[in-house]
């Protein structure tokens, strides 16, 4: 049984989740009707790989969680992974919660700054300790990176059990194997583990991890709280060796044929309008038809792989799901998918080997292999850029939420929706409220906004014409408000300068119209200095993707 602290926090969200569900429940745990949560989340997964956002890719469990919920078409993350992830448990912007730069290039002038631990630091709660405290079970599986001390762990941030991988990536087998040769550090239910199952695969395992976790305490009524952090479909391509020719031949057209065909699938599921505007193929780019025969076949196979890590993964989404149908706990679960950014162009200063494996090999245990900037194109659809940019590219994910609580199904929304929302809808549909201490200091309010209105259809949208978001990574920045975005790219990917886009009529940003639109670029550089304040944000003395920061 939880403590006095404990106890009083789960009857209280039981009362308050009774409110919100119209139902009468008596406190304790054996009449606890509460929602379980699963949150999926997708590793480099682009706007259009999903059968239900335009994709060829074969995805029909993720599809179906779409056809039972919500797609989300106008949804924003980070620019890349850890500082998503931070937002995603904190509800808070990524300079508050301790990911204002990712770990990995911390600027000098960053150090030693607060918001710039490079882990999940203490000035937030974590939804997975809310939820915890309130009486749900908690789990994780898959990757973590958000800091790599004992203290930084999950199983310190609110998980009671987990399989985790601690850093940012990796291979996707049991050799542990990190991209500078270095073995990679798991964890398992808050211990450092020093080997993986034989066999091992990530997308196998943390889904089994997950069903294991919840298997073990179904007996008890208690909900729980599930985080399912794929390392999939993020680079090494690695897979089951039944699965590597999985899309042969299919990507043999070339990247600027897949890419015309999703987009044109888009238009007509709806998701994007018929005149939209497309961002050009990048300059450094060949076009398809210029390659060698040679160039063609080894550019087709990784496209392949990357095809075949992302179907692998929802056939294990649907494992886990038909895990909850089978015991009767699928009626009961909310779920919510996404991806943590835009697909890997791989132009950020990483320093992942070079793979000389041979041609045949490629996708098997060691090898290391990318798609590249060409086929990120492809992911992203019509949108500017990829991962690492506050372009459209990269922070414009697919999101779906679907079961326990959403009414209507197949439904489509383009309500402004963040990754901040997820921890203010999962303590809305727990009944929890957001304290102001927690661990006996003060904490940083929520940003985000619950997205229960949207989901049981009382309200379109959560956000006003007064409301905005902004970025900032890399040196790199961006505000939107309404369908008004804001942008700055530094050279070569960008003018070094602001530019205005109106997403509505130009979602590619092909069209800067700041010089048409003078006083709006003035009201939104009001908000870009607002948000700067706000989080605290210090532009970076240097850069993995800029040459100079201004």
């Known amino acids: 049984m939880p403590g006095v602290r404990s106890l009083s926090i789960v009857l209280a969200a039981i009362s308050g989740v009774a409110v919100l569900l ?24 682009g706007y259009t790989d999903l059968g239900a956002f335009g994709g060829e890719i074969s995805t029909p469990n993720i599809d179906a969680l779409a056809a039972a919920g919500v797609r989300f078409t106008n949804f924003y993350v980070g620019p890349t992974c850890s500082p998503t992830r931070s937002m995603m448990l904190s509800g808070t912007d990524n300079h508050v919660a301790g990911l204002g730069n990712m770990a990995e290039f911390t ?28 009486g749900y079970r908690t789990y994780m599986a898959g990757k973590w990176h958000m800091g790599e001390e004992p203290q930084h762990f999950p199983a310190a941030r609110g998980f009671e059990r987990d399989l985790t991988l601690i850093p940012g990536g990796g291979s996707h087998f049991d050799d542990m194997w990190g991209a500078a040769g270095e073995k990679q550090l798991y964890t398992r239910n808050g ?37 399912l952090a794929y390392q999939a479909p993020h680079d090494p391509f690695q897979l089951p060796d039944d699965w590597l020719d999985k899309y042969k031949g299919r990507y043999d057209q070339g990247y600027d044929a897949t890419r015309a065909a999703r987009i044109e699938r888009m238009k007509q599921l709806g998701i994007l309008g018929q005149n939209a505007t497309v961002f050009p193929r990048l300059p450094n780019v060949p076009a398809w038809s210029s390659l060698s025969q040679d160039e063609q076949k080894q550019s087709a ?24 149908k089978q015991n009767n706990l699928y009626d009961s679960t909310l779920f919510v998918f996404l991806s943590d950014n835009g697909p890997e162009g791989n132009i950020m200063k990483m320093g992942a080997p070079w793979d000389n494996s041979r041609f045949e090999d490629w996708g098997k245990k060691g090898t290391f ?39 209507g199904s197949g439904r489509t929304s383009d309500a402004l929706t963040h990754v ?17 201490t927690f661990q006996g200091q003060p904490i940083a309010p929520l940003q985000g906004k619950s997205l229960v209105p949207v989901l049981n259809e009382s309200q379109t949208d959560v956000r006003g014409p007064t409301d905005w978001l902004g970025w900032e990574l890399f040196g790199n920045r961006a505000i939107r408000q309404n369908n008004w975005k804001l942008l700055w ?62």
């Open 369 to 407: 292999i990318q798609y590249g900037p060409a086929w990120a194109q492809v992911s992203a659809g019509p949108y500017r850029m990829f991962k690492g940019f506050q372009s459209e590219g990269g922070i414009r994910t697919p999101m779906i939420i679907a079961g326990r609580g959403v009414r």
């Open 420 to 436: 901040m929302d997820v921890p203010a809808t999962f303590l809305s549909v727990a009944g929890v409220t957001h304290p102001t």
């Open 191 to 227: 211990k450092v583990i020093s080997s993986l199952r034989a066999g091992f695969h990530s997308s196998v395992d943390y889904t089994n991890a997950i069903i294991e976790n919840i298997e073990e305490n179904k007996a008890d009524n208690r909900p729980f709280f599930a985080y």
């Open 301 to 324: 196979r990784r496209m392949e792989l990357y095809a075949a890590m992302l179907e692998h993964l929802d056939s294990n989404v649907g494992r886990l799901v038909q895990y909850l």
């Open 22 to 45: 119209g139902s009468a429940l008596a406190p304790g745990y054996a009449q606890d009707r509460r929602p379980n949560i699963i949150l999926i989340v997708a590793d480099d997964a």
């Open 107 to 134: 600027a000098s002038n960053q150090k030693g700054k607060p918001g710039y631990e490079g882990y999940l630091n203490a000035r937030v709660a974590p939804v997975s300790s809310l939820l915890k405290d309130a």
């Open 489 to 550: 790219l530094c050279s070569p990917f960008g003018p070094g300068k602001w530019q205005l886009f109106d997403l509505k009529a130009d979602p590619g940003e092909t069209n800067d119209i700041s010089d048409a639109h003078q006083q709006i670029r003035e009201q939104l550089l009001d908000r870009w200095a607002e948000y700067a304040r706000v989080n605290n944000v210090i532009m970076p003395s240097e850069s993995p993707i800029c040459a100079k920061v201004e």
